[in-house]
């Protein structure tokens, strides 16, 4: 098939003393996510797009949380792994599009810094690369601030060569 979409979710609790990563990068916050990773809920999303739009399972199977090697590890890197199993597959991201849902703290000022991020791992320009944030106008876990989550879609290309 010469194009696949795939799409991806993810969620973490949040606590203090954690720390708060979202799309690569580290936000001030007083609250973190708990994770076995860097709970980097952006980037597990996509991650789970990317694998998904190839039928290749999501992130846990190649990066299982039962694994030390996994322990702390910082999500760009799981980025990048993924990124290289769709290129050994003839594929390349044409857009991704992604909405961070977090009561607090407030993530606009962040969206730029993220695309850049995730731009730069993924080999993309900034216009492929679509970061949203919204609340849940304090309902459910997120509302409550008792987690976060995202949501990723990507579309990708056969590479013809």
Same mark, same amino acid.
């Given at each position: 098939?010469?194009?696949?979409? @795939? +799409?991806?979710?993810?969620?973490?609790? %949040?606590?203090?003393?954690?720390?708060?990563?979202?799309?690569?990068?580290?936000?001030?916050?007083?609250? @973190?996510?708990?994770?076995? +990773?860097?709970?980097?809920?952006?980037?597990?999303?996509?991650?789970?797009?990317?694998?998904?739009?190839?039928?290749?399972?999501?992130? @846990?199977?190649?990066?299982?949380?039962?694994?030390?090697?996994?322990?702390?590890?910082? +999500?760009?890197?799981? %980025?990048?792994?993924?990124?290289? %199993?769709?290129?050994?597959? =003839? &594929?390349?991201?044409?857009?991704?599009?992604?909405?961070?849902?977090?009561?607090?703290?407030?993530?606009? @000022?962040?969206?730029?810094?993220?695309?850049?991020?995730?731009?730069?791992?993924?080999?993309?320009?900034?216009?492929?690369?679509?970061?949203?944030?919204?609340?849940?106008?304090?309902? =459910? &876990?997120?509302?409550?601030?008792?987690?976060?989550?995202? &949501?990723?879609?990507?579309?990708?290309?056969?590479?013809? &060569?």
């Amino acid at each position: 098939m010469e194009f696949r979409i @795939g +799409s991806g979710f993810d969620v973490h609790a %949040l606590a203090e003393g954690e720390s708060l990563w979202l799309g690569g990068i580290r936000i001030e916050h007083e609250k @973190g996510t708990v994770a076995h +990773s860097d709970g980097d809920v952006l980037i597990h999303a996509l991650c789970d797009a990317m694998l998904g739009a190839l039928a290749l399972g999501d992130i @846990g199977q190649h990066f299982p949380d039962t694994d030390s090697a996994y322990k702390n590890i910082d +999500s760009k890197i799981l %980025l990048q792994r993924c990124c290289e %199993l769709i290129q050994n597959r =003839g &594929y390349q991201i044409i857009n991704i599009d992604s909405t961070l849902c977090a009561q607090r703290p407030k993530l606009m @000022g962040y969206i730029g810094e993220m695309r850049q991020c995730l731009a730069r791992i993924l080999s993309l320009s900034t216009d492929q690369v679509s970061v949203k944030a919204t609340t849940t106008e304090h309902l =459910g &876990y997120v509302g409550r601030e008792e987690g976060i989550s995202a &949501y990723a879609t990507v579309l990708l290309k056969k590479i013809v &060569y």
